[in-house]
């Protein structure tokens, strides 16, 4: 059985937009045919089950049951890789309980492939919650990623106080998210679909829809930029499946 991965994206602060980004991963999951399960931690509503109801499930992460489903089904279940949506202001707990159960451990033994996406946000807030994970990393992928989805500014009045945070963990790689068009998004969001159904014009059960033309000509290209950014990383390398013909380019 191939090693597990579990992918953690989250942010201490909110509205930086970390349930896009793992929509973004799900599909790019899906297109390269890496089995892949989700946990939204955004309890009880969860907002990623909207967009992936069939793999995902929506967990209290502060709670040891919930805690239990998602980490000691890792070598039981058939999906290779998990990827957990942290609910804003959880980051640095969920973290710290990955510690005290052991699970960092045994991601620096090499038993458990782990990544972080930290979404930032614009304040300097967000430059102290990159010191305040710091101290977790030890053993894992560590992406800060950028995300422009709702036209942030990132630190450009002080690039070097960015840099002094930036530096603080060994290895760090910098991802950005381009900006959708704001049209495009809002009809996504509407459709309750992936982006990738969305593009290929279908509804929640693969029934034919009827979106406009222009909007998923929008999400195509900017779907195929932040793909292109998840290949910079080789992020399927990164949770061990083989690089395959992409469905949606088949």
């Known amino acids: 059985m191939a090693k597990p991965a579990v ?15 793992s929509r973004t991963l799900l599909d790019y999951f899906s297109a390269n045919n890496v ?48 990827v957990i949506d942290v609910r804003a202001g959880l980051l640095s707990p969920a973290l710290a309980s990955l510690r005290d159960i052991g699970f960092l451990d045994a991601a620096k033994a090499g038993q458990i492939t782990f990544a972080v996406f930290h979404i930032l946000g614009p304040s300097i807030a967000s430059l102290e919650e990159i010191a305040e994970t710091a101290g977790f990393m030890g053993g894992a992928k560590y992406f800060l990623v950028k995300n422009f989805i709702n036209d942030t500014q990132f630190f ?26 704001e049209m495009a998004y809002e009809q996504v969001e509407v459709s309750s679909v992936p982006f990738l159904k969305f593009v290929a014009n279908k509804g929640i059960n693969d029934d034919a829809a009827n979106y406009s033309f222009v909007l998923r000509g929008y999400v195509r290209h900017w779907l195929a930029n932040v793909w292109s950014e998840f290949d910079r990383i080789r992020l399927t390398d990164i949770v061990g499946s083989k690089p395959v013909t992409r469905n949606s380019e088949k």
Do not use: C
């Open 7 to 21: 992918v953690v994206v989250g942010a201490d602060k909110g509205g930086v937009g970390k349930t896009t980004v």
């Open 35 to 82: 089995p892949t399960r989700a946990f939204d931690t955004e309890s009880p509503r969860g907002t990623l089950k909207r967009f992936h109801p069939d793999i995902t499930e929506i967990v209290d992460m502060t709670t040891t049951a919930d805690q239990m489903k998602i980490f000691d089904t890792l070598n039981t279940v058939s999906p290779s890789v998990t």
């Open 156 to 181: 450009q009045w002080d690039q070097a106080t960015y840099n002094s945070y930036f530096h603080r963990i060994k290895d760090a790689t910098e991802l950005t998210i381009p900006k959708l068009n």
